[in-house]
């Protein structure tokens, strides 16, 4: 394995660590360079050739989350493509991301409102782009103006954002229940849309 191969697993292997640090009790602000480095095999000096500090490590689990996401409904919408309910398949595809990334997702919620402008500016960024890429979406596969393309798009993802936050700590039943709901209200938001045509 060459330098660069190593270097990028071992970034990779930081940022790996420190979602696996984050909890429901513990928040990244919890979270020390030193436990970070010793959930990555790495000695605590190795970090700072990767990251400057926690916060730079702060951002970019921001940005990796948000990533992470907007890939997977970008697949969502290409199984989409090759027949399916479009807000249903997105429904499941978003909360089984949430499920199964719980740290990740906690990491958002909680930074898009914490005490560092860095992080809440991070979150909000990796949002606007969900929004805007649901838009784009819209605007593309109905007759909607862009303006309420992006009002439908903006009222969902934060239906969709909000459900997430409560989804995290729910049983198999509690989310098949609440994705039903979500279902049906992202539904009427379409319905509502759609009379502006």
Do not use: C, W
């Not at 303006?147 to 997430?164: C, H, N, P, R, Y």
């Amino acid at each position: 394995m060459n330098r660069q191969e190593q270097k990028r697993r071992t970034r990779h292997a930081i940022i790996n660590a420190a979602f696996n640090l984050l909890s429901e009790e513990r928040s990244l602000s919890s979270i020390s360079l030193r436990e970070v480095a010793r959930e990555a095999g790495i000695a605590p000096t190795s970090f700072y050739r990767h990251f400057a500090d926690m916060d730079e490590l702060g951002l970019t689990l921001v940005d990796e989350g948000g990533l992470a996401l907007r890939q997977l409904m970008r697949q969502a919408r290409q199984r989409i493509e090759s027949g399916g309910d479009v807000i249903k398949v997105s429904v499941t595809t978003f909360l089984e991301f949430v499920t199964a990334n719980a740290n990740a997702f906690r990491l958002l919620l909680r930074e898009r409102s914490g005490t560092s402008i860095a992080f809440r500016d991070a979150v909000a960024r990796e949002i606007k782009h969900f929004t805007l890429e649901l838009t784009d979406y819209i605007e593309t596969h109905t007759q909607l103006s862009e303006e309420i393309a992006a009002l439908q798009a903006d009222a969902m993802v934060k239906l969709v954002f909000a459900a997430g936050a409560d989804v995290i700590d729910m049983n198999k039943l509690q989310r098949q229940q609440l994705a039903d709901q979500l279902i049906r209200q992202l539904r009427i938001i379409a319905i509502g849309a759609a009379a502006f045509k």
